[in-house]
C-alpha cells in the first residue's frame, strides 16, 4: 500500500525548533495533515523520539525515530532507524563525536527534552547545531553499522547540502536516496547530476514550526506501516524513481 510521509521533522529539542513543536503537537498536527508516517529528525540527536513514538501512538501516527545529522563538511543528512533502541545509541554515538559547545538560549533557543505528554523532562546543554566529527563519505555505512538508513538532506538547497557543499553526489558514498525540499527541482538537476536517476528520491517538509508542516501529498509504497519497513525500503535501490 502507499502512504502518506513527512521524513523530516524537528522538534522543540533543535535549538532553531519552535517550542510548539512538541510531541503531542507534532503528531497531532500530522493527523491533522493525513499524514500517516512521520519521521522526528532533530539536530544531532535523538533524545525527543521516545516521547514523539508515544504521542503518535496516541494520535494515529507511525513516528520513525532519526536524526538529522551535520557531518564534518557541514552538510546535513537524515539518519532513520527501525527501533528507539538503535536511534538512541547512534544519538550516543554522535554525541560523542560532535563539537561541544554551551548553547546560548538566548540566541539559538532552548533545546527541551518532552514526554508523551508534553511535559519538559530536561534540556540539553550544549548547543546541538556544531557539526560531528563524521564525513559525508562514511556516514552511509556508519548509519548502516546501526542498522539505520542515511541520505543527504534538501539536495536542492543553496547551503549545508551535499551539492552545494561538494557540487556532486560521489557513487562511493553508498546513498541510496536523497531528499528534495522541492520536487519541481528534479528534472533540473537530472541533467546536471545523472547520478539522482538510480536514487530513490523522497520530499519532507525540515518543519520547524507546526506552520510548515505539509498537508499530504507525498507517498511511499511499504509492505506494512511500520519504522521497520520504512529503513528497509529506503535502503532498496531501484531505477529511476520520482516524487509522487
Not at 529528525?41 to 521516545?50: A, G, I, M, Q, Y
Not at 536511534?87 to 532552548?110: C, F, H, M, Q, T
Request: with cysteine; glycine share 6%.
Amino acid at each position: 500500500m502507499k502512504y502518506y510521509y513527512d521524513l523530516h521533522l524537528h522538534s522543540c529539542l533543535s535549538p532553531c525548533g519552535d517550542m510548539d513543536m512538541t510531541p503531542h503537537n507534532i503528531t497531532g498536527m500530522a493527523k491533522l495533515l493525513g499524514l500517516d508516517i512521520i519521521a522526528l529528525t532533530d539536530h544531532n540527536t535523538s533524545l525527543n523520539c521516545e516521547a514523539t513514538i508515544e504521542a503518535g501512538k496516541k494520535n494515529g501516527v507511525v513516528v520513525v525515530p532519526g536524526m538529522e545529522m551535520t557531518t564534518s563538511e557541514d552538510i546535513h543528512a537524515v539518519c532513520l532507524f527501525p527501533t528507539l533502541e538503535k536511534a538512541l545509541d547512534w544519538s550516543e554515538y554522535v554525541d560523542r563525536s560532535r563539537i561541544k559547545i554551551r548553547n546560548r538560549p538566548d540566541i539559538y533557543g532552548r533545546q527541551v527534552i518532552m514526554n508523551e505528554r508534553d511535559e519538559e523532562t530536561g534540556e540539553i546543554e550544549h548547543l546541538l547545531l556544531p557539526a560531528a566529527d563524521i564525513g559525508i563519505m562514511n556516514a552511509y555505512s556508519l548509519v548502516r553499522s546501526f542498522d539505520g538508513i542515511c541520505y543527504p538532506a534538501h539536495i536542492d538547497r543553496d547551503s549545508l547540502s551535499i551539492l552545494s557543499v561538494l557540487g556532486e553526489i560521489d557513487e562511493s558514498c553508498g546513498f541510496v536516496t536523497a531528499e528534495l525540499a522541492d520536487k519541481s527541482k528534479l528534472d533540473e538537476l537530472r541533467v546536471r547530476h545523472p547520478i539522482l536517476g538510480s536514487l530513490r528520491i523522497v520530499t519532507s517538509s525540515d518543519a520547524h514550526y507546526l506552520e510548515n508542516m505539509r498537508k499530504a501529498e507525498h507517498q511511499i509504497e511499504l509492505e506494512e506501516l511500520s519504522a521497520a519497513c520504512l529503513t528497509e525500503t529506503l535502503d532498496r535501490r531501484i531505477g529511476m524513481v520520482y516524487p509522487k
